[in-house]
């Protein structure tokens, strides 16, 4: 069985017959190598379970749904849909949209309510392209 998992670092310094003998990089061949780097940012999927799981931790709330979302200069910001009040019949619980403020790795910097609503009751208020 043979180790597929060799860099070119290592398949340089174990097969070029000019390699430096204590394992050193061999300077002049530096050409044809990728030097680029890996993005680790996480993906805008993995952004929103994170956000709402977080979201849900901290207020004991479960989020319903996202209903804004935007990469920003410092990360990520939601605007997050919760039940905070069961009632019955179900269009009359009460809900609230939290701001939701996340770093660049997805990790929850900070969140604001900023309405409440009947579940079953128009948004006369905001207005937004509608």
């Given at each position: ?20 003998k204590d394992g ?8 044809g190598e990728d ?96």
């Open positions: 069985m043979t180790n597929t998992k060799d860099t070119k670092s290592t398949a340089r310094t174990q097969s070029s017959p000019d390699a430096p050193a990089p061999n300077d002049d061949d530096s050409e030097d680029t780097v890996t993005d680790d940012r996480p993906s805008p999927m993995e952004v929103l379970r994170e956000a709402r799981a977080q979201l849900a931790e901290l207020t004991g709330m479960t989020a319903e749904s996202v209903s804004s979302f935007a990469q920003t200069e410092n990360g990520w910001s939601l605007e997050v849909e919760v039940l905070e009040l069961e009632r019955v019949p179900d269009t009359m619980s009460l809900m609230a949209s939290y701001e939701v403020e996340l770093d660049p790795e997805g990790m929850l910097t900070g969140y604001r309510r900023v309405r409440r609503y009947e579940r079953g009751r128009s948004d006369a208020h905001r207005t937004g392209g509608r």
